[in-house]
């Protein structure tokens, strides 16, 4: 199993609640039914926190079978116009700022059994 984890930025004159509810109730369940492969799909939005600067606005991780499904489903992302057009209305596309890692849980109180 593989994950990608991207830092997003939200496109200049989008407040960071107009990007969040943007990126939530609109992006992703385009994301989910047009990006193949895919096991699992979360959105990190940054919390508002006194004192704290952030980088970006928030992180994307997915989570694949192998390093092969995730190039076959980076294929059809980077030929998807609809993808692409919908992206274009909150994000702002900076290049760095995407990994592909391999996950190692250390710790996990919440799925205990």
Do not use: C
Request: hydrophobic share 40%; charged share 30%; glycine share 4%.
């Amino acid at each position: 199993m593989i994950k990608t984890i991207a830092l997003a930025h939200r496109k200049p004159g989008l407040t960071r609640e107009e990007y969040s509810k943007y990126w939530l109730e609109t992006h992703a369940p385009l994301a989910a039914r047009l990006i193949p492969y895919v096991k699992r799909y979360v959105q990190n939005h940054f919390v508002e926190v006194p004192g704290m600067e952030y980088e970006g606005d928030g992180i994307v991780e997915m989570w694949y079978d192998d390093i092969q499904s995730w190039q076959k489903s980076r294929d059809v992302v980077m030929s998807n116009k609809e993808l692409a057009m919908d992206a274009a209305n909150f994000v702002k596309m900076k290049a760095g700022n995407f990994w592909v890692v391999e996950e190692h849980v250390i710790l996990d109180k919440m799925n205990k059994k």
